[in-house]
């Protein structure tokens, strides 16, 4: 249970560390599996030039399910709101993670930005200030102040990553304000996908699994948005373990009455 000051941290600036929310054994067993899925993915081929993306993911892993059951179901209840539902999952392996300042839901309406899209990020390797941390713009999620910084997602909608150094600031990506977003594996970084964010100094075979949820609909536009940006294909498997996993079936019964609402 998450207490009221880490859900007002969460509220006011877009993002909460949780910090050693899953035991060394579990946070092992997750990096073995892990990198065994990235090397079956490359088949056989070294990790040497390019970045590796796995998705869907979880689906695949029985210890992120039982831990989605276990504990990431209540955290992920407490930020956003009982009645949540899943939203794919990811896993990279990054090369040199130059990701240049963006938000992933960006919208000029108030009530798209209001509406919230969740990522949970577990960082497989230790990531730092100074090698490889997330760097956010805290309280960027509010729509005021979203919208103020519009012209950095246009220019990285135009330049993308070919020039991630480009800021409307006079300043170079790099030598933005930032708060770096530390993380030692086993911490959950969670973070409203409306906030801004970047990477400039990450390394070779940095690795990271991501878990997007998006809050319980309840206006038409939120069933737009979900259409828009949601990924709702089946990817967390509820059959997966022989013991049975009530909260990850709850979760899948209220994604699928989302999926058939939209695409009846
Ligand atoms: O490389 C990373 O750490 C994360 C990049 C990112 O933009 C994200 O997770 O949305
Ligand atoms: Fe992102």
């Known amino acids: 249970m998450l207490t009221t000051d880490q859900k007002a941290h969460f509220d006011t600036f877009g993002f909460l560390s949780i910090k050693q929310a899953i035991f060394t054994k579990t946070i092992m067993q997750i990096s073995e599996e892990v990198d065994s899925m990235l090397e ?41 709101g009982p009645g949540f539902i899943w939203a794919g999952s990811e896993c990279h392996a990054t090369l040199n993670s130059t990701h240049g300042w963006h938000a992933d839901r960006t919208s000029e309406a108030d009530e798209e930005l209001a509406y919230i899209r969740l990522k949970i990020n577990m960082y497989l390797d230790p990531i730092t200030a ?14 005021e102040f979203h919208r103020i910084l519009e012209p950095l997602e246009t220019i990285h909608l135009e330049a993308g990553n070919s020039d991630p150094m480009a800021t409307p600031y006079g300043v170079l990506g790099p030598d933005m304000p930032f708060v770096a977003f530390e993380s030692m594996p086993g911490d959950l970084i969670c973070f409203n996908q409306s906030l801004f964010h970047s990477v400039f100094n990450g390394f070779a075979g940095r690795r990271y699994v991501a878990l997007k949820f998006a809050a319980k609909p309840t206006t038409e536009t939120h069933y737009k948005v979900i259409a828009d940006t949601v990924d709702l294909s089946p990817d967390l498997d509820p059959e997966i373990d022989r013991v049975p996993l009530p909260g990850v079936q709850e979760i899948c019964k209220r994604t699928e009455a989302i999926r058939v609402r939209i695409a009846p």
């Open 40 to 80: 079956k993915n490359r088949d056989g081929r070294p990790f040497a030039t390019e970045d590796q993306v796995i998705s869907p993911f979880v689906g695949q892993s029985t210890t992120i399910t039982k831990l989605v059951n276990d504990s990431i179901a209540e955290i992920v209840a407490d930020l956003i």
């Open 130 to 143: 100074e090698n490889g941390a997330l760097r956010v713009l805290p309280g960027s999620h509010q729509p």
